[in-house]
């Protein structure tokens, strides 16, 4: 039976995949772990739940011989636009936490999935149909940890032939939890404005393209590269992932066909327009396609169809 250690199980991404996870292998299966106790019932109740903080080696690797842990899903990290207030913190947590995951996860033989983002791209990257492999040169602390964190994994597999994989995430939407400090995050916040006020002031351009993705397909694709083939894996560490891609303009129109009265007005945040503007606008995931058999569940319309009912 698997025995699987989720960091960071509190956060945005974290929280839906925990609950994903023990659905499908049990609660008993699923060890969540944070720096802060869930507050959802159904998190903290529906299997173990241990407070490890992934500086400390030490309680980590106790936490693991614990539960005898065979597989990790690393998630404790700091996104985007609080990495860029917070860099130093960014890279103490998302380098040097993943080093001290990567050294238990080899110490005790476990798979390991690390998280990527289209942050690790920067404004050198084509931008249109992002190539799989490419030049990446980040303009962010946070890009420049993902970066570091995809070769680290493909250090620790080429060396040690561990068991790592990783997915290159976009923005990611989702109903059932607040957005953690991304640039993205306006893709959720205009659906509970929309909802609440009727207008949604947004900090990027109107323009900004940026590929998306609704986070019912983030998690599925998360299970299905870790049961994947590992025989079939060319580009374990750094998928691409594509689902949909849209302006802040085009989400607000979506909107407004179901909600008429809506509207949508601008303040343009330069510190994270910035961000945006160094990023790919849409994604060549072919090689998740063809490599594990990647295809999306969600477009735009599915996706603001869905959020609407939800969050009504």
């Given at each position: 039976m698997k025995r699987i250690l989720v960091t960071g199980?509190?956060?945005q991404i974290g929280s839906e995949l925990t609950l994903a996870l023990r659905a499908r292998y049990g609660g008993d299966a699923?060890?969540?772990?944070?720096?802060r106790m869930p507050v959802?019932?159904?998190l903290r109740d529906g299997g173990p739940f241990e407070f490890v903080d992934c500086m400390d080696p030490h309680h980590l690797t106790r936490v693991m011989q614990i539960h005898q842990v065979d597989t990790i899903y690393h998630l404790a990290a700091l996104l985007s636009a609080v990495g860029e207030l917070r860099p130093l913190q960014a890279w103490q947590l998302n380098v040097n936490g993943l080093v001290n995951v990567l050294e238990?996860?080899?110490q005790y033989k476990c798979a390991l999935f690390f998280p990527s983002s289209i942050g690790a791209f920067g404004p050198d990257t084509p931008r249109k149909r992002t190539p799989q492999v490419t030049i990446q040169r980040p303009t962010t602390m946070y890009?420049?940890?993902?970066?570091?964190?995809?070769?680290?994994?493909?250090?620790?597999?080429r060396r040690f032939g561990m068991d790592t994989r990783g997915l290159r995430f976009p923005g990611l939407i989702s109903y059932q939890t607040e957005p953690g400090g991304g640039t993205t995050d306006y893709a959720v916040e205009i659906f509970r404005q929309a909802l609440q006020h009727g207008v949604y002031t947004c900090y990027l351009r109107a323009d900004t393209r940026l590929p998306m993705m609704y986070m019912p397909d983030a998690i599925r694709a998360m299970i299905e590269l870790m049961e994947a083939d590992p025989s079939r894996l060319i580009h374990r560490n750094a998928y691409n992932l594509g689902a949909m891609d849209f302006t802040p303009a085009e989400i607000g129109e979506a909107i407004k066909k179901r909600l008429p009265a809506f509207h949508i007005e601008y303040a343009v945040d330069r510190r994270r327009q910035a961000i945006a503007d160094s990023w790919p606008q849409t994604?060549?995931?072919s090689a998740a396609r063809e490599e594990w058999h990647w295809a999306p569940r969600y477009g735009l319309d599915a996706m603001v169809d869905e959020m609407l009912q939800r969050m009504h």
């Amino acid at each position: 039976m698997k025995r699987i250690l989720v960091t960071g199980a509190v956060g945005q991404i974290g929280s839906e995949l925990t609950l994903a996870l023990r659905a499908r292998y049990g609660g008993d299966a699923v060890v969540a772990t944070d720096v802060r106790m869930p507050v959802e019932a159904e998190l903290r109740d529906g299997g173990p739940f241990e407070f490890v903080d992934c500086m400390d080696p030490h309680h980590l690797t106790r936490v693991m011989q614990i539960h005898q842990v065979d597989t990790i899903y690393h998630l404790a990290a700091l996104l985007s636009a609080v990495g860029e207030l917070r860099p130093l913190q960014a890279w103490q947590l998302n380098v040097n936490g993943l080093v001290n995951v990567l050294e238990a996860a080899r110490q005790y033989k476990c798979a390991l999935f690390f998280p990527s983002s289209i942050g690790a791209f920067g404004p050198d990257t084509p931008r249109k149909r992002t190539p799989q492999v490419t030049i990446q040169r980040p303009t962010t602390m946070y890009g420049v940890t993902k970066v570091v964190g995809e070769m680290l994994c493909e250090d620790y597999h080429r060396r040690f032939g561990m068991d790592t994989r990783g997915l290159r995430f976009p923005g990611l939407i989702s109903y059932q939890t607040e957005p953690g400090g991304g640039t993205t995050d306006y893709a959720v916040e205009i659906f509970r404005q929309a909802l609440q006020h009727g207008v949604y002031t947004c900090y990027l351009r109107a323009d900004t393209r940026l590929p998306m993705m609704y986070m019912p397909d983030a998690i599925r694709a998360m299970i299905e590269l870790m049961e994947a083939d590992p025989s079939r894996l060319i580009h374990r560490n750094a998928y691409n992932l594509g689902a949909m891609d849209f302006t802040p303009a085009e989400i607000g129109e979506a909107i407004k066909k179901r909600l008429p009265a809506f509207h949508i007005e601008y303040a343009v945040d330069r510190r994270r327009q910035a961000i945006a503007d160094s990023w790919p606008q849409t994604l060549d995931d072919s090689a998740a396609r063809e490599e594990w058999h990647w295809a999306p569940r969600y477009g735009l319309d599915a996706m603001v169809d869905e959020m609407l009912q939800r969050m009504h």
